[in-house]
């Protein structure tokens, strides 16, 4: 068998082959004309969406990025207000200093920023400042007041007395004394 | 046996595909400027991809339907790509495409038909020339399917192997195999079938 021949019909024709080609070439495709309906026409190719996949793709992707910005700015917020709701040293405790929260709180009115301050629901509690140490002037003041308001209470406890007159008490002691 | 044919197999594919280098470049673009111009509107470019490709859809369909039922089917199988040719995405690929529909549109006639009517279909033809073709044709047929088809466009299309390779997508070395192995498997049986 001639391989050239039977692989692009070069070389010396095999005549087998031949043979086979002359009798089955009877059954060779006869050209006929394509018969296509005249209502049917080919789709049309878009030319624009190659377009609008890119601009939907940069939509997308624009999206995404905004929610991950959204994420990102949330997330730490959540973070440290879980650290707040660590359980706290008890009030008792003297110095303030020695309260381990108020540090992460002050953290957290600075990492908020201030447009979402009042969407977050802070843990924070409101503490009365302790009073400023009194001085001497104002503690002498003080003890002036105090002492005339008690001199002038003593005198009209005094005055009392003597308007309502001698307790039955006195009066025995005067008759046991007179 | 098995050792020679892989040697022979080897040597087949290792050999250069000289007339696979000769395929035509110009072709794949003039299958791309069709493709292009039909999805345009222009009706008559598919008249000429029709043209191009009618022979090996008949070809296909050949090596595996009954031959009344060919005809029908090669223009069945254009009007289908015609109306889904949109969905071709690489135009040059056009024949492996149309290929493929082929072999689908087979595949779903034998299951919807039966296999009787292959029969007397094909030795209805009172010519002894197409009977014996029929013959040999229902041969072929009974080879493997990838010799068949490939044997059919050989013999029957009279085209060459470069041709088979470009048309269907397949590479050449396939294609050399394919023919290599079916022509002798077809000899055998014509040897067999003449000593009867």
């Known amino acids: ?36 309906p005249t209502d049917i026409q080919p789709h049309r190719r878009n030319r624009y969406l190659p377009l609008l996949a890119i601009a ?37 405790s003297p110095s303030p200093e020695a309260v ?29 400042q302790p009073a400023a140490a009194p001085s001497k002037e104002a503690l002498l003041a003080k003890e002036q007041l105090m002492s005339a308001l008690r001199i002038a209470s003593e005198k009209l406890n005094l005055a009392q007395r003597k308007a309502q007159g001698p307790t039955p008490n006195q009066i025995r002691n005067q008759h046991k004394i007179g | 046996m098995f050792e020679l044919d892989a040697t022979a197999d080897m040597l087949l594919m290792s050999q250069p595909a000289k007339a696979s280098t000769e395929t035509p470049a110009t072709e794949t673009r003039i299958e791309v400027v069709l493709v292009k111009a039909v999805l345009e509107g222009d009706r008559n470019s598919f008249g000429r991809l029709y043209d191009l490709y009618a022979p ?15 005809d029908d089917l090669v223009q069945d199988i254009f009007l289908h790509a015609f109306k889904k040719l949109h969905t071709l995405r690489d135009w040059a690929a056009f024949g492996p495409w149309i290929a493929m529909i082929a072999r689908n ?15 007397t279909d094909d030795l209805r033809s009172t010519d002894t020339s197409t009977t014996k073709a029929n013959e040999i044709l229902e041969l072929i047929r009974d080879l493997p399917e990838a010799y068949r088809e490939t044997l059919v466009l050989r013999l029957v ?12 997508g397949l590479t050449p070395a396939s294609v050399r195999v394919n023919l290599h192995r079916g022509m002798k498997q077809l000899r055998e049986k014509l040897g067999y079938t003449e000593a009867l």
């Open chain 1, 1 to 36: 068998m001639n391989e050239e021949y039977l692989w692009d019909k070069s070389g010396e024709p095999d005549p087998e082959i031949q043979h086979l080609e002359d009798i089955l070439g009877g059954l060779r495709y006869q050209p006929k004309p394509l018969e296509l």
């Open chain 1, 56 to 92: 939907a793709t940069l939509l997308i992707a624009l999206l995404a990025g905004v929610v991950w910005l959204r994420l990102q700015t949330h997330a730490p917020a959540q973070k440290l207000e879980a650290v707040n709701e660590q359980p706290s040293v008890p009030s008792s």
């Open chain 1, 100 to 128: 381990v929260p108020n540090k992460p709180e002050k953290v957290v009115q600075q990492s908020i920023q201030p447009r979402h301050r009042e969407l977050v629901a802070s843990n924070v509690r409101h503490r009365t």
């Open chain 2, 56 to 70: 090996m859809i008949h070809g296909i369909l050949l090596a595996r339907v009954p031959r009344s039922e060919v």
């Open chain 2, 105 to 119: 549109r087979a595949m779903d006639f034998h299951r919807r038909s039966k296999e009787t009517v292959e029969v």
């Open chain 2, 157 to 168: 299309e009279g085209m060459t192997g470069p041709e088979i390779a470009e048309r269907t």
